[in-house]
Every structure is written in C-alpha cells, then in structure tokens.
C-alpha cells in the first residue's frame, strides 16, 4: 500500500499542484452549456489489488479506493451511456505524496489517456482530473490503471457527463491549480487578480463546503503573499491597474473578516479619495497612470479597474456613499469622452491631445478595442447592482448600457457569435475574433437582458450565439487539462495595425479570468 502521511484536519490550501504530462492529445470542444452527469462511486467498482478504506476526511459515498503501489493496479467502472458519443470522464481522487502518480485510462480496452495525478497537499484534500472521451451505446468499461511502482492515488469517484459540456468553469479552474501553485501563479498583477476574483465567484455557487474552502483558500494563498499581518501592501499605486487585485482584498474580507484584508482594500481606497494626490483630468476622470507617457489619459479598461473596486469597497467594508459616487462618477466621465453615437467606446482619450495616438481636435484614439469595450461593460453592469435603487446615477448610467448594448449587437460575427479585435471593422480580412471580449460582452448584454434593461426578445438571441461562440474556444485535451484559446495578450492604445498583430495567446489569464467571469454569470 502507498506510504500515508498522518491523518490530518481539511488542508485550508487547496492543491498545490504540478503537472507532469507530455504533449496535449486531440481536443474536444464545448458546444453548449452544463449537462446532466452520472456519478459512479469508486468503492462499487472492481478493484485489483487496493482496498476500500475510511479513514481519511472528505471522500462521498461509504469509502474511497486505496490500490497497492504497484504498477498494474486498477479500478475499472462499469459505465451506461444513454447513446454513443462523447463524454467526459471526472476522476475525483486525493494524493498526499510531494509527487505525482502516472496513469492509464481505458475505455472498452483501448487506453485513451495518460493523466499524471498531480499532489493535493495531503490525504485529506480532493482534486478532479477531466478526461475527453467517445462511449458506445449501453454498457462501457473504464479502467484507471496505474503505470508506476507509486500505484494510484486514492479514488473516490467517476463523475460521467453524457455531453462534453461539463461545468466548464470549475475544470478551468482545477486544470490552471494544476498548472501553477500559489506561488507560481504569478505576481501582483490585474490578471493574475481578475482570475483570483473569477475562482472566487466559483467558490461562491459551490455547494460542497470542501470544494468551497479549497478555492478560497488558494486565492487567500496568492494573496497573503503580498499583504502583511498589519494589512499593508507595498506597493504605490501609480496606476489603475495596480488598483485591480484591491477586488481580492475585499473578497477575502468578506470571507474572513480579518482586519488585515479590509486595511489592505482601505490603503487602496483611500489612494483614490479626493485630496490624496491620484491625478484626475479637469473634469474629475482618473488618469489611467501617474507617469508622463499617461499624463490626462482616460483608457476605458481603467473603469474595470478601479470602478467596482470601489463599489465594492462601499457595499462591503463602508464609507459607501463616497464610494458609490466616486464610482459612478468616473463611469459617467469615462463615457462623456469615449461612448460614441453607434454606441461602442473608443478605446481612449486624451484631454491634452499630446500622446501619439490622439485625434487633434477630439483626443480620442482611433480605434474601438474589443476588451477595452469589454472592461467598461462589466464594470458598469457590476457597479448597477452594488449601488442602491434610489442612487442619483442610476438611470444615466442605464442608458449609457443601452446604448452600449445596442452598439455591441450590431457588430456581432454572425458566423462565429463572438466580437471582432477592432470592433466595428469586422469586415477586414486581417481582423479576428477574440474571446475575452467576446466573454465579456456577451455577459454585459445577459445582464441587461436579465435586469430588465433592454427587450428579452431583441437581444436573448445574441446571448445564445455569444454563449455558444465563446464556449467554441475552451476544450478539455486528453492530458486532462483544459485549453482556451484566442486570447489577446495585453494590449496598449494604438493604431489598426497595432491591434490586429497582437498575438493570440492560449490560457492567457486576461481571457481565464473573464471566462469565469462569464461563465458564473450566464450559467448561474
């Protein structure tokens, strides 16, 4: 049997995983939203050479599987498939060693993938490891099979969904612990944050209370690397991008209730407080940085970046009547310059109309970029539900999401259902359909349609093409992990050319963290 650290309470850090795989096999696409699944309990299964035991916390049904360490040490589970046709497997296990156990997974005798099940930081932790497969009509046979001396890990279950179109925020989220621990995940960054705040809304509509603490606990993990014990952060915030991960503070205070989170959103608040030297154009929009080559410069990303964390920090932690029109406010600046008759963004403005890019006589950049276009539509959609019902904004800030609503359905690709890089010039042969944007409008319109503010029957089917679209860019390879892809590396303000020639990058956490974004939205 495998060596077994001592029993221990629930690990608070989810798994601190590293994968080992080679090459990613063929991919299978989503197509549609979350199916029904079938859930087979390990210790029901045939098992070669492994027992049935108890004595760790967290497994369901009576027990888990515990195999000898040998190589050739199996569990096999007796499947139904309704129809034939794809599935995909979920093998719910704990491995407690610092190294990972190699597999074979076998379906009617044929070995389709290769998993190496990563650690899960003791044996009391539970992970998930999605596998893509074909089934035959009736009875089916999937064998977990270990490759190695090490044996397999514990097995508690196999969840089989009957379409591949499992619950794909929740295997993007294993797939990318698996890829990078907390310490790796990377630094103090507005992506790395906006994939942190996308774990947390998982966490939040998961009902299994282990599940739940797993992913906090993780993004606590990432955050505690930067906030001390006195709730300090050092950092200057020169930016509003710096601004950005103040989302996680808040997350975490709510969570938690530790001073030290709420000090640390409240040294950014306060950063962003009348008097307190962040500069502002004459008319009060913040300047999306302090340095000279961003001198009176209002890009629209900067509203995703520093406007919710200030609804936020007023629905959550106080000082929220401050907070609700700094808010509000900037969304409303931010639009008097950028929203324009058709009503999309232009990606920037600058009042003093020196940078390189600036129309001489308007200051706008020239083009529409999709994600900025994207950022301002979340963030106005977020802040409209954190402000109360009576706020002095509210129904200006509606109508500048209607508009920016009908703006975004006149430009969707009606082959794919998502949005061009460069918005409204979808017509060029250069020009390609980018995913976090086109997660984030789709989002921005469901919203409006779910809240009322624009017609059900005009706009529902442009959400239905953009879930579809935008579920077209994620699959699951038969290394277990999932891929997205087309994604937009990080971009400045510039001209056409600029836009189309930035590389699309997969599992980029700009287009991670706003696929949860959207998934825990529209699905939920």
Known sequence: MRTRAAAAVLALLAASFAVAVGPAGPAHAAAAGPSAATVYEAENATIFHGTVDTDHLGYTGTGFVNTANEAGAYVEFAVDAPAAGAATLALRYSNGTA????????????????????????WNTWAVSRIPVTLKAGGNLVRVTATTA?????????TVADTLNTQWSDALVDSTMQRYTPATVGGWSYPVALYMMGQYQLAQHTADPARRAALIAYVRAWADRFVDANGHIANSFTSLDSMM????????YR???QTKYGLAAKQIHDRLLPGAGYPTTADGGFWHATGADRANQLWADGTFMADPFMAQYGKYIGDSDRSFDIATKQLVVYASHLQQPNGLLKHAYDASKAASWADPVTGLAPETWCRAVGWYGVAATEILDLIPADHPRRAQLISIVRNLVQGMAAYQDPATGRWFQV??????ADNWTE????????QTIDTAVRRGWVARDTYQPVVDAGKR????????????????????????????AYYVGRP??????????????????VYH
């Open 435 to 442: 995913t976090s944007c086109s997660a984030m409008f789709t």
């Open 150 to 158: 090490g044996g397999l890990p514990d097995l508690d279950s196999l």
């Open 504 to 521: 699309q990058a997969t599992n980029d956490f700009h287009g991670l963290g706003v696929f949860l974004f959207f998934y825990e939205e």
């Open 469 to 496: 679209g935008e579920l077209a860019r994620i699959s699951l390879h038969t290394d277990g992990l999932t891929y997205l892809t087309g994604i937009s590396v990080g971009t400045n303000v510039a001209d056409y």
């Open 245 to 252: 991960p103040g989302q996680v503070m808040i997350a975490l």
């Open 255 to 257: 969570e938690t209730g």
């Open 423 to 428: 918005v409204d010039k979808g017509g060029n």
């Open 99 to 122: 190294a990972t156990r190699p597999s074979g997974v076998g379906v009617n005798g044929t070995t389709v993938s290769t998993p190496a099940f990563a650690p899960t930081t003791d």
